[in-house]
Every structure is written in structure tokens, then in C-alpha cells.
């Protein structure tokens, strides 16, 4: 359960520096090369491997939502 959770973080983690690569892209080349729409693809790509790996976690039972506090 907490090797699910550590996944995840990574791959957040991940998503935010491909976002930030991307701007940075944008910014340093204006438009002339394709690393923004790259960085932005994988950012994409890695946002749906997580949403993935959180849909299989609860699947298979290794994440839980929590308890209804009534």
C-alpha cells in the first residue's frame, strides 16, 4: 500500500517537472522547435499512467478511500 502511494507521488512529482520543462521551452524557443509539444506529451502520458495505476490500486484493493466519519 505505501509502495502504491510512493508510485504515485513520483509520478505526480514528474508531471510537475515536465510541465515546467515545457514552459520553459516555450519561453527560451517562441514557437521554432517542437520540445514544448514533447515535454507536454509525456506530461499527458504520465498524468494517465498515474490516473492508471490509482484505478488498478483500488481494483485489486491495495488503496481504500477512507471510512465515513458518521
Known amino acids: 500500500m505505501l509502495f502504491v502511494k510512493f508510485i504515485v507521488v513520483i ?8 510541465l515546467f520543462s515545457g514552459l520553459f521551452f516555450l519561453v527560451k524557443d517562441k514557437g521554432e522547435t517542437k520540445r514544448t509539444v514533447k515535454a507536454l506529451t509525456l506530461r499527458i502520458a504520465i498524468s494517465v499512467l498515474a490516473i492508471v495505476v490509482i484505478i488498478i490500486a483500488f481494483a485489486t484493493g491495495l488503496l481504500k478511500t477512507n471510512p465515513v466519519p458518521f
Open 11 to 18: 509520478l505526480l512529482l514528474f508531471v510537475i517537472v515536465s
